[in-house]
């Protein structure tokens, strides 16, 4: 079964850090672009970060571009998602996500998702 | 920024055809995909690529895009249908855009 789990999501305090990761299993992991998406509460869903299948090439959303870091480490079958400097209109529920088409040039869409591990910021 | 514009809801009686569009500057010009959630749970791709159907999504759903519009179309539409909806494209500027949602409500 082709499945995505995501760990980390917690209460943080404004300013701090937290550190999210994710597993695939179920497919060939590192033949495919990784996301990271996210929804606060009652709101619609933000595409916040992906990597390339090969992490050559890396993308973020202007909404955290320079506090987040995106990696991946493929002999672990695994995305991460370094927050910094957290603020509270950071808090979601935080999907990884598969790109759905094998070594993509470029990011497309979404087709295996992950349940969502949920960061509150709040002091 | 380009922005992908959705209407907030749309409502449908059982049965009927849907039709959910998603709006924005040349957007016929590029790929759009469709996204369903349901309260509590993950996303579900719908539609990719404009109008083609993941294994597994039933006929029902189909899609469309021209000129500035694309739009999801529901036929048949059941109550298991209800749910919000999320268009997305891609842009230059920010790789992954999706629209702000449709409550759909059977």
């Known amino acids: 079964e082709v499945q995505l789990v995501e760990f980390g999501g917690g209460l943080v305090q404004p300013g701090r850090s937290q550190r999210l990761s994710c597993t695939g299993s179920g497919f060939t992991f590192d033949d495919y672009a990784m996301h990271w998406v996210r929804q606060a509460p009652g709101k619609g869903l933000e595409w916040v970060s992906g990597i390339s299948w090969n992490s050559a090439s890396i993308g973020y959303a202007d909404s955290v571009k320079g506090r987040f870091t995106i990696t991946r480490d493929n002999a672990k079958n695994s995305l991460y998602l370094q927050m910094n400097s957290l603020r509270p209109e950071d808090m979601a529920l935080y999907y990884c996500?598969?790109?759905?088409?094998?070594?993509?040039?470029?990011?497309?869409?979404?087709?295996?998702w992950g349940q969502g591990t949920m960061v509150i910021v709040s002091s | 920024s380009y922005e992908l514009t959705q209407p907030p809801s749309v409502s449908v009686s059982p049965g009927q055809t849907a039709s959910i569009t998603c709006s924005a500057d040349?957007?016929?010009?590029?790929?759009a995909f469709w996204y369903q959630q349901k309260p509590g749970q993950s996303p579900v791709l719908v539609i990719y690529?404009?109008?083609r159907r993941p294994s597994g999504i039933p006929e029902r759903f189909s899609g469309s895009s021209s000129g500035n519009t694309a739009t999801l179309t529901i036929s048949g539409t059941q109550a298991i249908d209800e749910a919000d909806y999320y268009c997305q494209a891609w842009d230059i500027s920010t790789p992954v855009i999706f629209g702000g949602g449709t409550k759909l409500t059977v």
């Open positions: 996500a598969r790109d759905f088409e094998v070594r993509a040039a470029h990011f497309g869409a979404f087709d295996v």
């Open positions: 040349k957007l016929g010009d590029r790929f």
């Open positions: 690529q404009d109008n």
